[in-house]
């Protein structure tokens, strides 16, 4: 059974940092595209960060660039977010994605470019 399973998430200040886990079972992350998306109510699913799991390129939306790094554990099975300096409008729910893929990432990230999908986590930054 494929499934994904996101973790870490919660409540932080602002400036704080996150590391955000998303455990692949089912299947291995070999020849995939997994992304991070995130989620406000009231807003559409936005891609956040990809990885290609056939070359290790990755993607990140302008907001968080510089802030926030994608990695892949191969003997976990997991893709992990950590973000750092993490602000209020960081607050969301996070999703991570995958699809099987020769040829990696699509960027812009689209949440119809995915087919497997986590439950989410909260991620708050408040103080």
């Known amino acids: 059974q494929v499934q994904l399973v996101e973790s870490g998430g919660g409540l932080v200040q602002p400036g704080g940092s996150l590391r955000l886990s998303c455990a692949a079972s089912?299947?291995?992350?070999?020849?995939?595209?997994i992304g991070w998306f995130r989620q406000v109510p009231g807003k559409e699913r936005e891609g956040v960060s990809c990885i290609s799991t056939s070359d290790g390129n990755t993607y990140y939306t302008d907001s968080v660039k510089g802030r926030f790094t994608i990695s892949r554990d191969n003997a976990k099975n997991t893709v992990y977010l950590q973000m750092n300096s993490l602000k209020p409008e960081d607050t969301a729910v996070y999703y991570c994605?995958?699809?099987?893929?020769?040829?990696?990432?699509?960027?812009?990230?689209?949440?119809?470019?995915?087919?497997?999908w986590g439950q989410g986590t909260q991620v708050t930054v408040s103080s």
């Open positions: 089912g299947f291995t992350l070999d020849y995939y595209r």
């Open positions: 994605a995958a699809r099987s893929s020769w040829f990696g990432c699509k960027w812009p990230a689209r949440t119809n470019d995915y087919n497997f």
